[in-house]
């Protein structure tokens, strides 16, 4: 599923290609796709309207136009973005939803196998901050986002640092890959009450996922199942993970064998060795149904 690496890698992508460009067809072939709206009122709002800019929110996308309304993107489990110079050809884009076609000749399709991705428009002058207050927290990559910070979302915490670091709430765009991968990096046990940390361990982990997220992002994104950046090209990431999806395999700090089992609801992979299980940990969860993992849903 994609995280802030890969909307990042998205957004980064389209924005130089889209900005400036005028709005001048959308073609929905799902009308699931559009939240809300009525998908003909969806298109009109968008239509003939200029790209102003492409920012990025947690894993939200925002294509700003010049009537100061945002179309807004989240691809969920399986959506996809992709820009091409010309038209897809027949059949190019297998789970197509819809088309969004611009004033350069250029399009992007927005394909989604499992149909959990939407768009919607969010009106010119909604105030920001409390259109995101409850559904997206602190950009782990910004600026305002420090050790001190992160130290400050964590204390008093009780429920696992796994569980609190998926929560978009609290940090936003980190999901299942990232927080297994940071954890890892500042060798901390996934079950670790979150208001347990030191104060040393809590630098760690906020030195762990900054740097975890700029490694993803240099490397276009994981593409363990559907991912695709926007250009349709697969991510690198999945071949610098450490410990997500490694089961079985030895740790690559010591050898160890690397463990999963759910935590926070989700497959959890450490390894005991170098993330070990000290007192302050969340007792084991039992899940009512141990071989599905929830999907997440971020809004
Ligand atoms: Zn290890």
Redesign the pocket.
Known sequence: MPELPEVETIRAQLAPRLTGAVVVGIEIADPLIVAGDDPAAFAATVCGRTVTEIVRRGKYLLIVLDSGDALALHLRMTGRLHWRPGPAGPGEERFLRATITFGNGSTVTFGDARRFGRMWIIPGGTPMEPYWRGRVGFEPLARDFTAKRLARLLAGRTASIKATLLNQAIVAGLGNMYVDESLFAAGLHPRRAAGSLSPAEVRRLHRAIRDRLRVAIDAGGASIDTYRDGLGRPGRMQTLLRVHLHEGQP??????I?VKDVVAQRGTYW?????PDPSGTVPPERSRRPRRIRHEVAA
């Open positions: 740790c690559p700090r010591c050898g160890t690397i390894c005991p060795h170098c993330q």
